[in-house]
């Protein structure tokens, strides 16, 4: 019966394609898909015995021939029966160091191993988001979020069985949690370790069920969560609470409580690590003669005195008015950015009196410098 699988598509090549393509092909997808990499997930399991079923046939010469003549390559007349061993060698490689090559990266050679980590699964995270103040993210802030946790019962110390102690060793696994599989692959019979699912992975069979959480071992509730949110948290950043999430389904440790951090901006200040900085406009009469000017701080205001003939852009630097840095006890520091505003309109009595000033004063050091290049040219 003709094959209505594309398995030139399935491995992503061309019907010309040579065979050190399709081998190239072949291992790439091999890696991309196989089961160690992605436990429990049955797509990826799909597309890996996908990638070996077209593989048996273009990695072979004589099967990929039949296959493009008649869209079959008769898979039983090549490979032998529940041993799956090989008539025809190894399709196309190069030999055993092709087979282990594909593998070395999950680091266990031609045969692949799980191990005792599966009956550690940790519970899974809770993540929530909150929005701080300027001024709470600076100075730190105590937070209480209200939350559906599931927690460990209990009544059962978590197992599921009443009392903690109503059940017996799972005969399967022996009380590992692990069963091992023997399979018939392209590579021959190969064996691994896998959650045992007569007992969920957890070694033990419940005889009778807690009443409480019903043997699974767990409830869900509403729980409160205090967190001191630390003072210099920025925009962006995660507080994660080790411990504090989900608890685990097969009695590993719990899932983490995530917190995910945005602050509001605050209207004038802009945060620059654990520097502040700020654009101070001023009129260009203070500049010039002098004043004081309100500038805002974190916490509150601050009076900076401007001296007199203050250049544009010139920078103050207010020490220690800054961000206090995560978890040490330094502190940056406020950047006062002078910026100098002309008027947007002038009055003839402006005018009168700007002429007036013009022609006292004359010491513009950069003016005289320019003019003096000005007259070489």
Do not use: W
């Not at 509403?222 to 630390?230: F, H, L």
Request: positive net charge; contains cysteine.
């Amino acid at each position: 019966m003709p094959n209505n699988k594309d398995y030139y598509k399935i491995l992503g090549v061309d019907k010309n394609a040579s065979q050190d393509e399709i081998k190239s092909a072949y291992r790439r997808l091999a890696k991309q898909y196989h089961p160690d990499l992605h436990p429990n997930d049955e797509e990826c399991a799909r597309k890996f015995k996908e990638v070996n079923e077209a593989y048996e046939v273009l990695g072979d010469s004589n099967k990929r021939a039949n296959y493009d003549e008649y869209g079959s390559a008769n898979p039983q007349d090549f490979f032998g029966g529940a041993g799956g061993g090989f008539n025809g060698g190894f399709g196309g490689f190069g030999g055993f160091d092709d087979i282990f090559d594909i593998f070395s990266s999950f680091g266990g050679g031609g045969r692949t191993r799980r191990t005792s980590a599966q009956m550690n699964v940790p519970g899974e995270d809770v993540v929530v988001n909150v929005t701080l103040s300027f001024k709470e993210a600076v100075f730190g802030c105590e937070k209480v979020f209200k939350v559906n946790i599931l927690d460990k019962c209990e009544a059962c110390h978590g197992t599921g069985a009443k009392g903690g102690s109503e059940f017996t060793t799972c005969p399967d696994c022996h009380g590992t949690g692990e069963v091992t599989v023997t399979q018939s692959t392209l590579f021959g019979r190969m064996t691994s370790t896998a959650p045992c699912k007569t007992c969920n992975a957890t070694g033990k069979i419940i005889k009778t069920r807690c009443e409480a959480c019903g043997g699974k071992g767990s409830v869900k509730g509403v729980k409160e969560i205090k967190v001191n949110i630390p003072a210099g948290i920025n925009d962006g950043q995660v507080i994660t609470m080790r411990g504090r999430g989900n608890a685990s389904k097969r009695q590993g440790p719990n899932g983490d409580f995530i917190i995910n951090v945005s602050v509001t901006p605050h209207p004038l200040l802009v945060r620059d690590g654990i520097n502040l900085t700020l654009d101070l406009p001023i009129p260009f009469t203070t500049a010039y003669l002098g004043g004081k000017v309100d500038i805002p701080l974190a916490d509150g205001k601050y009076t900076l005195e401007i001296p007199a003939l203050t250049q544009p852009n010139t920078v103050f630097k207010l020490k220690g008015k800054g961000v206090k840095a995560l978890q040490r006890e330094t502190y940056g520091d406020l950047l006062v950015t002078i910026r100098v505003e002309m008027p947007s309109t002038i009055t003839k009595r402006d005018k009168e009196l700007m002429e007036s000033l013009a022609s006292a004063t004359g010491n513009y050091k950069k003016v005289k410098n320019y003019q003096d290049k000005m007259s070489k040219l």
